[in-house]
Every structure is written in C-alpha cells, then in structure tokens.
Nanobody, 116 residues
Framework: QVQLVESGGGLVHAGGSLGLSCAAS????????MAWYRQAPGKQRELVATITSTGSAHYADFVQDRFPISLIREHTVYLQMNSLKPEDTAVYYC???????????WGKGTLVNVSS
C-alpha cells in the first residue's frame, strides 16, 4: 500500500520561507510524477508544482519562481517556499501518480499559515 506523509508546514510571517517534504512509502514505481497541490478555505484544490521521476518540473503561474520543487531522493519530493504571501495560506497536499496509471495517491496535507 502506497502512503504519502507530508511534513514542514507551520506559521510564518509574510516574506518568510518554509520547506515542505513528502515521502512516499510502499512505492516501487520507476516512472512517476509527484506534485504539490493546495486548498485554501472556501476554494478548490489547485496545482502548485509537479516534478517527474526524470526531473522535469512544472509550476502554476502564481508560483513565479518562488517555490522550486525537487526530488531529494527516490519517491521523496521537496517544495521550498520563498517570499511567502498571506494568500499562500492553505493546506498543502502531496500527490504521487505512476506514469500510465489512473490511480493517484494523496497525503493527508500539511497546513501553511502566512501572517501579514
């Protein structure tokens, strides 16, 4: 059974930085995508950034180079969040999906709270 565990959320002042980590256990996929999504109160979940197992990264427009994503080891993704804004406040979720498979695995989420 694949399980994803996120860590690193918390409270930070605007302009500050946080790093989010997500580790997937039970995964033996060789080719996969890992991604970060976020969901703010009263809003739909939205994609923040995604990276393939071959290292190709893609970002939502609102990221604007503030949130570099990286694979720090197999099945473990890291999101470095810089220049945080109050509107970045949300629960951040990690997702893993193997290439060619419809099933996606999600973590339970970690809260990021940016105060003004």
């Amino acid at each position: 059974q694949v399980q994803l565990v996120e860590s690193g959320g918390g409270l930070v002042h605007a302009g500050g930085s946080l790093g989010l980590s997500c580790a997937a256990s039970g995964s033996s996929f060789s080719y996969y995508n890992m991604a970060w999504y976020r969901q703010a109160p009263g809003k739909q979940r939205e994609l923040v950034a995604t990276i393939t197992s071959t290292g190709s990264a893609h970002y939502a427009d609102f990221v604007q180079d503030r949130f570099p994503i990286s694979l720090i080891r197999e099945h473990t993704v890291y999101l470095q969040m810089n220049s945080l804004k109050p509107e970045d406040t949300a629960v951040y979720y990690c997702k893993l999906q193997a290439w060619g498979r419809s099933v996606a695995y999600w973590g339970k989420g970690t809260l990021v709270n940016v105060s003004s």
